[in-house]
């Protein structure tokens, strides 16, 4: 297959890329060549801004792709600008948790249906992250139904590489005893293992499934939880303070997703008992 990763250099796109190649597909990675990667002449690059239309465009305009694994579509247009360029057999969005509208445990795809949803053409900075992923969707979904195509929504992504700060960020703050505020310590949330979510992209773009698909790893863990493990890997208790600097999930309720359609079609993802000391134990190491 001659395969497209818009997004292929970080996270769960470096992984896709490794999977993609160990299966002997040719794989060009396409974004604005500011990260390094580790592929080298095993992939070919394009160069472009997701931001500017004529820049995709015109890296775009004439290519041929069997599929396409876009990870950093953040609006409808960035899709239509993909889109409108290539005509692929299968196009994977990657998407978010944040699509939908109630946070709770058990979250089924249903729940926010973007094939319906009033789709609006946006930029990245003209709505809210929330409501700008929901457009990425409804443009996929409404404005190119004659291609087969996956929106995968995840949670929370543990990766090494974590240039968030979301998750790293307990682990800094409480290794150097800074004062932190947490406020949710008894919030459960998902989670899933970067190289996890690379190869549940990489099979679904081989399977007959089609619209939303949720995508997470088994298991979950409090934010209480996260706090005590990284307490027993240092060796020292944190200081919780509501004068501490504002933990980088402080406020985030409980939700998890339902990921029976995928587990139905044939896939198991990990469990995060797995992989997550291993990870916490190496944002340790780099603080």
């Known amino acids: 297959m001659?395969?497209?990763?818009?997004?292929g250099s970080l996270y769960m796109g470096a992984h896709l890329v490794e999977n993609l190649l160990e299966a002997g597909h040719r794989v060009t990675i396409a974004n604005r060549g500011q990260s390094p990667d580790p592929f080298g002449s095993r992939v070919a690059q394009l160069r472009l801004d997701r931001t500017d239309s004529q820049s995709v465009r015109t890296a775009l305009t004439g290519q041929q792709f069997d599929w396409?694994?876009?990870?950093?579509?953040?609006?409808?247009?960035?899709?239509?600008?993909?889109?409108?360029?290539?005509?692929?057999a299968r196009y994977i969005l990657t998407s978010t948790v944040s699509v939908y509208p109630e946070m709770?445990?058990?979250?089924?795809?249903?729940?926010?249906?973007?094939?319906?949803?009033?789709?609006?053409?946006?930029?990245?900075?003209?709505?809210?992250?929330?409501?700008?992923?929901?457009?990425?969707?409804c443009a996929l979904f409404q404005a190119y139904p004659g291609v087969s195509s996956a929106a995968v929504r995840l949670p929370l992504i543990m990766a090494k590489n974590d240039r968030s700060g979301r998750l790293s960020g307990y682990a800094h703050m409480i290794a150097r005893g800074e004062p932190i505020n947490i406020d949710n310590q008894d919030s459960r949330l998902d989670f899933i293992h970067a190289p996890d979510a690379g190869r549940f992209l990489n099979w679904l773009a081989g399977q007959p499934i089609e619209g939303p698909v949720n995508a997470s790893g088994q298991g979950s863990a409090t934010i209480g939880e996260l706090v005590a493990a990284i307490e027993r890997l240092c060796g020292r208790g944190a200081i919780i303070s509501p004068e501490g600097a504002p933990a980088p999930l402080r406020g985030y309720?409980?939700?998890?997703?339902?990921?029976?359609?995928?587990?139905?079609?044939g896939y198991r993802f990990e469990q995060i008992s797995t992989w997550l000391e291993d990870t916490l134990s190496f944002y340790l190491s780099k603080q």
């Not at 309720?253 to 139905?264: D, I, P, Q, V």
């Open 2 to 7: 001659r395969v497209l990763v818009l997004g």
């Open 68 to 88: 396409v694994f876009d990870n950093v579509a953040y609006s409808s247009i960035e899709v239509r600008d993909v889109l409108d360029c290539v005509s692929p």
């Open 104 to 137: 709770h445990g058990g979250i089924l795809e249903a729940e926010m249906d973007t094939r319906h949803y009033p789709l609006r053409w946006v930029t990245r900075d003209a709505v809210t992250y929330d409501e700008m992923k929901r457009q990425a969707e």
């Open 253 to 265: 309720t409980t939700y998890g997703l339902n990921t029976e359609k995928a587990r139905t079609g």
